[in-house]
């Protein structure tokens, strides 16, 4: 003998059948996670931007150094520019690195006022300049900042 179910009433008929508030609802659940899908993809955005900044910052540098030489005045000039080229540090303290290097033919490191013994030496000027970024939020196993780094190198002669 199989059981039927039972009548309901007119009221909880009705009762079942309301959907009113729902989308409220479904809105508060689901907000949180969008919120944070919108900070996280700003973070991104922000940390890549930055990178792309930097890259431009350490390429300006290395242009300068080709128009005029790698003296220690002209070091301080091409730190300077790169300074100016780069953007606003959010996190701590950025770091510029400006190291002028001689190869001889090979790869083999020589230092720039030595001759190489089987050919001409090529002299390389290398920009490099790493700051922090901060984030947002802090996120796990990230943290509340990412440090960025850009490089450009130039042969000089």
């Known amino acids: 003998m199989t059981s039927r179910p039972r009548p309901r009433s007119a009221s909880t008929r009705r009762a079942l059948g309301r959907e009113d508030g729902l989308a409220a609802v479904e809105l508060a659940l689901a907000l949180p996670f969008l919120a944070l899908l919108l900070v ?71 230092s720039c006022s030595t001759s ?11 920009v490099e300049i790493a700051q922090p970024v901060a984030l947002i939020i802090p996120w796990p196993g990230i943290g509340s900042e990412v440090r960025i780094a850009a490089t450009a190198v130039t042969r000089l002669y």
């Open 116 to 126: 190489c013994l089987l050919g001409n030496r090529s002299g390389y000027l290398e």
């Open 40 to 110: 996280g993809l700003v973070d991104i955005g922000t940390v890549v931007y930055q990178q792309m900044q930097l890259a431009a910052a350490a390429r300006a540098g290395a242009e300068l150094g080709l128009l005029g030489g790698t003296d220690p005045d002209r070091v301080v000039a091409i730190r300077a520019a790169v300074e100016a080229a780069a953007p606003p540090a959010s996190g701590g303290a950025r770091e510029i690195e400006v190291v002028v290097r001689c190869e001889c033919p090979g790869g083999l490191a020589v």
